[in-house]
Structures are given as C-alpha cells and as structure tokens.
C-alpha cells in the first residue's frame, strides 16, 4: 500500500511565501511524474506544477515565475515553493504521484489527503 502525507500548508498575508512538502511512502519501486493540483471553493482542480523523474518542470500560467516545484527521489518527497501569493492563490492543493509498485510494471495514481492554502488581502 502506498500513501502520500502532505504538509506546510497554512494562512499567510498577501505576498507572503510557504512550502510545501509530499512525501511517498510504502511499496514503492519507481515515482514517474510528481505534482500539485489545487482545488478552491467550487471551482474544478487544476495542475499547478509537475515534474518528472529527470526533473523537467511545468507550470500553470498563473503561478509561473512565483512557484518552484523540485522533488528529492531519495526521499520520495516532491516540494512547493510558493513566493508572492496571492489571495487568488486560496484552495486545498492536493500531491499526486505516479507510482509504479514492487512486483508490478504499471504505474498507479495515487492521492494526498490536501492541505489548506490560505491567502489574506
């Protein structure tokens, strides 16, 4: 069984900063793809950021140049940097990973729990 534990989320000012942090654990032979997506108040969920194995990046629009996504594959752990949030920045961001287990060669979704962002004006 795999499970993701998110943390660092919290209520910050209006161009405050805060990290994020998700961190795989259980049968895990390889992590393909690691991300963060959000979701605000009712308001589908979105990709903020994604990195590879290799550490290509990608990033929504509205968070270029402000949020760094980087991963450890030691650790199994995938960070978010945020800088200059903003208030339009507010939901619950959610860590999702691509897991291929021990004994199978497909990969596997898997789910963090989220953790609240919260942006003050």
């Known amino acids: 069984q795999v499970q993701l534990v998110e943390s660092g989320g919290g209520l910050v000012q209006d161009g405050g900063s805060l990290r994020l942090s998700c961190a795989a654990s259980?049968?895990?032979?390889?992590?393909?793809?690691m991300g963060w997506y959000r979701q605000a108040h009712g308001i589908q969920r979105e990709l903020v950021a994604s990195?590879?194995?290799?550490?290509?990046?990608n990033y929504a629009d509205s968070v270029r140049g402000r949020f760094t996504i980087s991963r450890d594959n030691a650790k199994n752990t995938v960070y978010l940097q945020m800088n200059n949030l903003k208030p339009e920045d507010t939901a619950v961001y959610y860590c999702h990973a691509d897991i291929i287990e021990h004994g199978r060669t497909w990969s596997t979704g898997y789910w963090g729990q989220g953790t609240q962002v919260t942006v003050s004006s």
């Open positions: 259980g049968s895990i032979f390889s992590i393909a793809t």
């Open positions: 990195i590879t194995s290799g550490g290509s990046t």
